[in-house]
């Protein structure tokens, strides 16, 4: 089996201070996995190192077979990995085709392409063309983030918390189009603190605690860690 991202015993942290005490595991290529845990677990710093924001202060981080600790973030979306952070991202004072424009110099295609791309997958943001970002909706904005990490055809997308904030029904779209994305072949890690939402597209999942993977599996293998995780089931 083939992983699009593999973690290695990294370690990473702020300063001083380490959040991530040696975490190792492993993304099958063309798979949906999730990153499950309570809050400042390290899931997020997690995806901070993939990312290339942050540097690990010791172990491997591996894309597609390919050592990258220390690759800077737009190397590695030159390299197929593309993220959406929590908060999403966006310019909120530009119009929603100004963000989309943006969006060009990272991708390196053409403006009416990644419009092209950007409306075909998001009609709605068509409508909104030329409204300002942070006017748009919660799922709006995240539909905005969303093709930001879509228009450069990405192998690697990495999700934090897309549902945060958003009501049930936009949510569910959102997790309708990730399941859309995995059927396309694009490898999926998300974090996300509704663990019944991620386990209902992931493959695969594993539960950080306090910085340390704790179980990993398939989603019905790991619901006990998961309910112990989140202080006896609110997960």
Not at 7 to 13: F, K, P, S, W
Not at 41 to 51: H, N, Y
Not at 114 to 121: D, I, K, N
């Amino acid at each position: 089996m083939t992983h699009a991202i593999e973690l290695v015993d990294v370690h990473a942290g702020y300063g001083r201070i380490e959040v991530l005490h040696g975490v190792a595991f492993a993304v099958p290529t063309g798979s949906v996995y999730a990153l499950l845990g309570p809050n400042g677990g390290g899931k997020s710093t997690t995806l901070q190192v993939i990312a290339g924001r942050l540097k690990p202060t010791s172990g491997c981080v591996h894309i597609a077979g390919a050592h990258v600790n220390g690759a800077k973030p737009d190397a590695l979306v030159r390299a197929g990995v593309s993220s959406i952070p929590e908060g999403r991202g966006i310019f909120p004072n530009l119009t929603v085709e100004e963000n989309l424009r943006m969006w060009t110099y990272a991708a390196g295609l053409p403006v009416k392409q990644v419009q092209e791309r950007a409306f075909t997958r998001f009609p709605r943001l068509m409508e909104r063309r030329g409204q300002r970002a942070g006017t748009l909706s919660g799922g709006e904005q995240q539909m905005l983030a969303m093709s930001r990490a879509l228009v450069a055809d990405p192998a690697v997308l990495l999700l934090d918390e897309i549902s945060m904030g958003l009501a049930p029904i936009i949510v569910s779209e959102l997790y309708d189009l990730v399941r859309q994305l995995a059927e396309e072949g694009i490898t999926i890690l998300l974090v996300e603190q509704f663990a019944n939402t991620a386990l209902a597209v992931a493959d695969f999942a594993a539960v950080m605690t306090q910085g340390r993977i704790v179980a990993v599996g398939q989603p019905q293998d790991i619901e006990e860690h998961v309910s112990a995780a989140y202080l006896g089931g609110a997960a």
